[in-house]
């Protein structure tokens, strides 16, 4: 193992700690308190499945006769008349 960060750099370039494929040794003092060992994920299986539910979405809107913007301004529409539901947009 040789990439090793003090606990507040690492705290620090965490997204970059992320994004390399080597483990880090996290130290604290100069003694070795953790290890991050990064996890790479196939992406391919996730943008097919993104890309099946936008097809499954675009055959449903055109099923029931909605345009994306038609949709879209029924969800705010339904969004503004009960503020209390959280929808996330």
Do not use: C, W
């Given at each position: 193992?040789?990439?090793?960060?003090?606990?507040r750099?690492?705290?620090?370039?965490?997204?970059?700690y992320?994004?390399?494929?080597?483990?880090?040794?996290?130290?604290?003092?100069?003694?070795?308190?953790?290890?991050?060992?990064?996890?790479?994920?196939?992406?391919t299986?996730?943008?097919?499945?993104?890309?099946?539910?936008?097809?499954?979405?675009?055959?449903?809107?055109?099923?029931?006769?909605?345009?994306?913007?038609?949709?879209?301004?029924?969800?705010?529409?339904?969004?503004?008349?009960?503020?209390?539901?959280?929808?996330?947009?």
């Amino acid at each position: 193992m040789s990439v090793s960060a003090g606990v507040r750099d690492f705290r620090q370039g965490l997204a970059g700690y992320i994004d390399q494929d080597e483990p880090v040794a996290v130290t604290r003092h100069g003694q070795t308190v953790g290890l991050f060992i990064p996890v790479r994920r196939d992406r391919t299986a996730d943008v097919a499945a993104y890309a099946a539910a936008a097809k499954k979405a675009r055959a449903l809107l055109a099923s029931l006769g909605l345009s994306e913007d038609e949709a879209v301004a029924e969800f705010r529409s339904l969004r503004d008349a009960d503020p209390g539901v959280n929808v996330g947009m």
